[in-house]
């Protein structure tokens, strides 16, 4: 899988080294190469699907072969392992219910996936990778929680003191193991 600098279209790297950058070398955001459109037949029946279903087969639709089938699901299962209801307002409208995760923010279905894929491309390696995070409240939380017991990763926050709430402080500074917080 092909992604490119939203800054340089023709500074092109595979998935592996886009995700473990994060930015590009010109500081661009990195898009891919291809967007496919999702088979008609899926999106017509997409109610028979569960979350984790949909998001693998997007997944899978996105990033195609570069991950081995088997790999690419149990990346996403385990990301995705808690619930993100539809709550019907009425018989027309509902809502989608994205607080159901660990840090009870929509980041987490993000966070958890980012950190599930870092892992599964530095599981062959003899050290453990570090990211620093900067954070004013959920993202923070969202990415410890997402990262922490993976394997081959270590994280560190820095957070402004005062300025985060009670609750995404705790998010930062209770988790131990592989987490650290500097405020």
Known sequence: MQLYSTNNPSLKVELKEAVMQSLAKDKGLYMPEVIPVL????????????????????????????????????????????????????????????????????????????????????????QDTTILVATSGDTGGAVAAGFYKTLGMKSSFLYPSGKVSDLQEKQLTTLGENISAVK
Do not use: C
């Not at 299962?77 to 027309?92: C, Q, R, S, T």
């Open 39 to 126: 088979d008609k037949e899926f999106i017509d029946h997409i109610e028979n699907y569960s979350f984790q279903e949909i998001a693998y087969i997007v997944s899978k639709n996105l990033i195609g072969n570069y991950i081995p089938d088997a790999d690419l699901k149990e990346i996403v299962y385990g990301a995705i392992n808690f619930p993100a209801p539809v709550v019907m307002l009425d018989e027309k409208i509902g809502t989608l219910e994205l607080w159901h995760g660990p840090s009870l923010a929509f980041k987490d279905f993000g966070a958890r996936f980012m950190a599930a894929l870092m892992s599964y491309f530095i599981k062959n390696e003899n």
